[in-house]
């Protein structure tokens, strides 16, 4: 657990450290602007306000509220599901909130976003490393989830959810298996005068 608690912070870092960057240095160039690779990967300052999505983002009620529960989830997972997840889930985790927790920090203190990586081929989207952390953590953690942790998890849940209370006598003379008491699973050899 404490392993995870450094990644959370130390990806939390480089993130709150790229953007004083941008605000401090990327902001005061000719145009706010650096082309690292010309037409594909430019340093471009802007400052996210979060009106161009409306409730999505900012500091609206809405995505607050979400964003906790967000959280929330990812610390429950890291926390009491940590024996449960494998090394690159738990790591990917970690990615969402740092990125989770850069975003907001930076909206509940600043009322915008620094925003600096711009990607020509993407189109006029600009975003920052806690954008990267969370696409990055979004993506395993569908990869993970559909096709290896969520299987146990969707079995654990349809379980809760058929646990059912069986109407009083439908399972009298039944064994564990389902089956009547004196009946046998096929795999048994049971031959009368044996």
Known sequence: MLADLILTMALL???????CWAVHVLAALPN???????????LVYAENTGENVSFLRGRSAVMLIVRVLQVALAVYLLVRQRKKLAPITRAALCFFLAGLIGNQLNYLLFDFVP???????????????????????????????????????????SA???????????????????????????????????
């Open 160 to 194: 809760k959810l058929s646990r059912k209370k069986a109407p009083a006598g439908e399972n009298a003379g039944k064994a564990e298996n389902g089956l009547p008491e004196n009946a046998h699973s096929s795999g048994e050899d049971h031959v009368a005068g044996k």
């Open 13 to 19: 870092a480089i993130d709150q450290i790229t953007k």
């Open 115 to 157: 925003d600096m990586i711009y990607l020509p081929f993407l189109g006029t989207v600009i975003f920052n490393v806690a954008d990267v952390w969370v696409l990055f953590a979004m993506v395993v953690l569908f990869v993970r989830l559909a096709f290896f942790e969520g299987r146990d998890l969707a079995d654990w849940l």
């Open 32 to 42: 706010g602007a650096v082309p690292v690779v010309e037409g594909v990967f430019h």
